[in-house]
């Protein structure tokens, strides 16, 4: 393969993972001035402004990274059940699941297209609706369940193995290879 036809596909993923990220900045904005703020090594500490840190890191943050992929490949249903999707990931982790809901909101995003598209103008008129909720139901409900069963083990397992070889690489004086992992 052409290096300038490689170099062009990884742009184009680099940019298709940045138009995941770059919506939500300003939410990551907020959540840094909230932790540098009110967490207890914090600027002005307070405990209960301080609670906020977690659930948003957690939560807030790969969900919406989660709905941003499933937006962009197919649009309002692809976000909902990216969002769905990126529940299976987070829930059970002890990792922050930003790199698993850029996974999973795409994904789920992606199967929800193609089933849309086999199930198009298979109903008789007035049914769409229903047979579009209980689609989204159905497959939204069977991804978010793999992503939790199958997905989340395996992204925790890579990032466990990339903190590894950070740890490695910092224990072992040989920082310039931490850009690697």
């Known amino acids: ?4 036809v490689v170099l062009v596909k990884v742009q184009r993923y680099g940019k298709f ?7 939500a900045l300003g939410v990551f ?12 090594t914090g600027w002005v500490p307070n405990e209960r402004l301080g ?9 807030l943050l790969p969900i919406l990274i989660g709905y941003t992929g499933g ?8 976000g909902m059940v ?16 930003l790199s698993g809901a850029m996974v999973m909101g795409p994904l789920a995003a ?6 849309d598209s086999y199930l198009d103008g298979k109903f008789k008129a007035g049914f769409e609706m229903l047979i579009s909720n209980f689609s989204m139901g159905i497959v ?14 395996v992204i925790t397992a890579i990032l466990q193995f990339l903190s590894g070889g950070v740890n490695w690489a910092l224990a072992h004086g040989v920082i310039p290879l931490l850009a690697i992992f």
């Open 110 to 115: 992606w199967i929800m297209k193609k089933v």
């Open 82 to 97: 990216g969002a769905l999707a990126t529940m299976g990931v987070i829930i059970g982790s002890d990792v922050t699941m």
């Open 71 to 78: 937006y962009n490949v197919h649009g309002q249903r692809g």
């Open 140 to 153: 939204g409900g069977i991804i978010t369940l793999c992503g939790y069963l199958v997905i989340q083990p």
């Open 1 to 4: 393969m052409d290096n300038k």
């Open 17 to 23: 993972l940045s138009g995941m990220v770059m919506p």
């Open 29 to 40: 904005v907020a959540w840094g001035l909230i932790t540098a703020l009110f967490i207890p």
């Open 51 to 59: 609670a906020l840190v977690g659930p948003i890191l957690t939560y």
